[in-house]
């Protein structure tokens, strides 16, 4: 099971591009790269999934290198609404087995 | 859009009691899972099914905690007798195939007094 590492906290402004990095040295083969976001007292919301190099949605974009030891969630022109804990999640795929961190903290100040 | 339903929102229960949390998840959603969320900490996986069978339930409390899914459909998660340590936000998330994409429901807000 690929353990991942995210910073606890991270602060930004308005109107900023923010990068989430998270760490998994031990991702498998066959494993993804999943980003979730949750508020307060609220269930966790899908952001965005990859395998490799570079996906991008409607609200983010995430890179993955080439040895695929860590992840960069990429948010454009954060708002006071992207306030929210962001959690990086390593699953196999295939297998059912995915397991959350802490995640990360993001304050977005005006 | 299509949502995860849970209930109750919010239950309030003396220690040794019995409670029950209820999730109904998203239709055609074959596997479903039950997290238990401490506050400042991440979901912590309890129970998965694919269908009616428990595919993962290695870090259920399985002293006190039960769940089921007997049609493959809606889903129930029992604590007999509730502990102080088991307020939490209890979560249920559906997805259609693996752990890919999992859609959230609101959450059971429980607090055990």
């Known amino acids: 099971l690929a353990k991942t590492t995210q910073p606890i906290s991270m602060d930004s402004y308005e109107g900023q591009e923010v990068n989430i990095t998270c760490s998994h040295n031990?991702?498998?083969?066959?494993?993804?790269i999943t980003w979730y976001q949750q508020f307060p007292s609220q269930g966790p919301r899908f952001i965005i999934q990859?395998?490799?190099t570079k996906v991008t949605n409607e609200v983010a974009s995430l890179f993955i290198p080439a040895d695929r030891k860590s992840s960069t969630l990429s948010l454009p022109r954060v708002s006071l609404s992207d306030t929210a804990v962001y959690y990086c999640?390593?699953?196999?795929?295939?297998?059912?087995?995915?397991?959350f961190g802490a995640g990360t903290r993001l304050t977005v100040k005006p | 859009e299509a949502e995860v339903a849970q209930s109750p929102r919010y239950k309030i229960t003396e220690k040794s009691q019995a409670v029950a949390f209820w999730c109904d998840p998203i239709?055609?959603?074959?596997?479903l899972y039950w997290y238990r969320q401490i506050l400042g900490q991440g979901p912590e996986l309890l129970v998965q099914?694919?269908?009616?069978?428990?595919?993962?339930d290695s870090q259920l409390p399985k002293d006190r905690f039960s769940a089921e899914r007997l049609k493959g459909v809606d889903s129930t998660l029992k604590i007999q007798p509730a502990e102080l340590g088991d307020s939490a936000m209890y979560l249920c998330?559906?997805?259609?195939?693996?752990?890919?994409?999992?859609?959230f429901g609101p959450g059971t807000r429980l607090t055990v007094t």
């Open positions: 998330a559906s997805s259609l195939v693996g752990p890919y994409e999992q859609y």
């Open positions: 031990n991702i498998a083969t066959n494993d993804y």
């Open positions: 990859g395998y490799k």
């Open positions: 999640l390593v699953a196999k795929g295939g297998n059912n087995d995915m397991r």
């Open positions: 239709s055609g959603h074959a596997t």
């Open positions: 099914f694919q269908d009616e069978s428990v595919v993962d």
